[in-house]
């Protein structure tokens, strides 16, 4: 097929999947569920300390459409840009649907960010406000000075706490206190609803936006490839601002009709009790936390499955819960790889390919892996429907992730077997998975390098026992850096990522070397260094 058949026959495709997504957006599902079933819980929100509160489909439609009413009268409209800097908590979700209600865009930010994130976060979208909670009302008022205002909820998920008096902002209980009166919208799915900043090879994040019939389709797949309906009931942790619990968990209950049970954070201690309390069918799971339920006493539950990236056998002789494998990334919305629940396959395995996308291996020639050979892995899809609108502000780095045909470089490496199972195998990207959190190498060695004490570093990955993988970083001192000394230098470059870097990405050793290794084309040889370093097996 010609580029130009190839083009014609993407624009063809493109046009059938915008047409399945007429007449649709996020405020028309919620209004679905709002009429079939107003009494029915939608959010169960269960906060460490504090009573259980519950926000059926009409009080969250209610809700929401307050907030809406309330930014609206502060000038918020179509097409701006808003921060939601929150943890897992009900007025995160509220101020989510709010914004898709305008037409604003929601801006999710990673709550462990440092003032330089979110800075350039706002700047990068010209962020009009910022939505947040008393912890991080200081951190954003002094990060954002070019936003119009500031709402700052009562609560850091759900305790009482304190804002500083001498920051001005509009209370969150105000604005939800506002009778509703909306701008008249047309319904477009193809408007901008929401973007999330992502880790890329680049010394920045990238913010992959999103439209509504994104959310609409990631909704709809995610409830397919877990048979959603509307008794099951999703017991969630993993944090809002992301993907895998936006769109999977959140998206996902909101398309089959079912219930969410949002905790702050992952409880060891309260999984069990609030698993049972609503008696959760299915829940997103990370190592971390099934390593962390591993010496606990499995009580009698209602788990028909974990997603827990690839099948793993032990859950099921552990648990009694089936695991299920899936892959997807913040610009595939959903699942472009996805285990059956009926059939796994082998151990370790991330799935099949979705049906709704194309999926290539590719090898360095370009040709395709057979099985038994790993390959770069390429996603096909309808950008703005099944793929991700664009890299927002960054028309560069889009186009740089497609090819001529349309197909998207994931940066992951895969292996297929003999029977079409997949498994995941590395990263392209020099990227590193930290807990559940993407860490690009090049932005820890950008901060690091602005030190102005190192001459060259290298930025790799340590296995650790809990999180997976660690960044530690190999550095060569320039001579002010020598001057310092081995200690006194260690100790000033962790502390220089603490202050400009969110946690996760902050570096947990430093090895201070004479030379690095190099490969055939003189680049740093990074998998010579992660020999290097044994696994992390405790206590670090």
């Keep these: 097929m010609t580029n130009g058949s190839q083009q014609a026959l993407n624009t063809q495709i493109t046009q059938s999947s915008e047409l399945s997504m007429a007449g649709m957006d996020i405020p028309w599902l919620l209004q679905q569920w709002a009429d079939k079933t107003p009494d029915k819980p939608y959010l169960i929100w269960e906060p460490f300390s504090g009573k259980t509160q519950s926000w059926t489909f009409k009080r969250l439609l209610d809700e929401s459409q307050a907030l809406a009413s309330g930014l609206a009268l502060k000038g918020i ?12 908590s009900p007025e995160f979700v509220i101020s989510w649907f709010a914004c898709a209600h305008l037409g604003a865009v929601a801006v999710s930010t990673n709550t462990r960010s440092v003032a330089r994130d979110l800075s350039y976060f706002s700047d990068h979208v010209k962020a009009v406000c910022a939505i947040t909670q008393p912890c991080f009302a200081t951190l954003i008022n002094e990060s954002c000075p070019d936003i119009g205002f500031l709402a700052v909820t009562d609560n850091d998920t759900g305790l009482a706490a304190e804002i500083d008096a001498n920051i001005t902002y509009t209370p969150f209980t105000q ?46 797949v995610n409830a397919a490839h877990m048979r959603l309906v509307q008794d099951d009931i999703t017991l969630t942790f993993l944090p809002l601002f992301h993907t ?33 309390k609503h ?11 099934f390593k962390a339920l591993a010496g606990q006493k499995v009580p009698d539950h209602n788990y028909r499955f974990w997603g827990t990236g690839a099948h793993i056998p032990m859950v099921n002789e552990m648990f009694g819960i089936q695991s299920i494998g899936w892959w997807g990334m913040t610009e595939t919305i959903t699942h472009g790889i996805v285990t059956d629940l ?19 291996i590719r090898l360095a020639d370009g040709s395709m892996a057979k099985p038994g050979e790993k390959g770069n892995l390429f996603i096909h899809g309808v950008r703005g429907v099944s793929l991700f609108k664009e890299y927002f502000g960054d028309a560069a780095a889009t186009a740089k ?18 029977s079409g199972a997949l ?27 602005a030190t102005q004490l190192i001459s060259e570093c290298a930025v790799v990955a340590q296995k650790h026992y809990m999180l997976d993988e660690v960044p530690v970083v190999f550095v060569i001192p320039n001579p002010n850096g020598l001057a310092l000394g081995t200690e006194a230098l260690k100790t000033k470059l962790i502390d220089y990522c603490t202050v400009n870097l969110a946690d996760f990405k902050v570096v947990r050793d ?17 998998n010579e260094l992660r020999k290097r370093l044994p696994k992390i097996e405790s206590g670090k």
């Design 77 to 88: 409209k179509a097409g701006d840009f808003v921060l939601i800097h929150l943890d897992n």
């Design 175 to 220: 604005l939800l206190d506002t009778p509703v009166n909306l701008p008249e919208r047309t319904t477009d799915p193809m408007a901008n609803l929401a973007v999330q900043f992502t880790s890329g090879t680049t010394s920045r994040p990238k913010a992959v936006l999103w439209t509504h019939a994104n959310a609409l389709f990631g909704a709809r």
């Design 244 to 276: 895998n619990a936006q769109a999977y968990s959140m998206l996902g209950s909101l398309w089959g009709g079912g219930t969410m049970v949002l905790q702050p954070k992952f409880p060891a201690s309260r999984f069990w009790p609030v698993s049972g």
């Design 279 to 289: 008696q959760c069918t299915w829940s997103s799971m990370i190592p971390f936390a």
């Design 342 to 360: 009926d059939h796994p396959g082998p151990a370790g395995n991330m799935g099949r390919a979705a049906l709704e996308y194309g999926i290539q």
């Design 401 to 418: 992730s497609f090819d001529e045909n349309g197909w998207f470089d994931t940066g992951d490496i895969v292996r297929v077997d003999i």
């Design 423 to 449: 498994f995941f195998a590395d990263r392209d990207k020099d990227m590193l998975k930290v807990g559940a959190e993407n860490v690009a190498a090049s932005e820890v060695e950008s901060v690091i390098m």
């Design 510 to 526: 430093v090895h201070v070397v004479e030379s690095l290794p190099r490969s055939t084309l003189e680049k740093i040889a990074k």
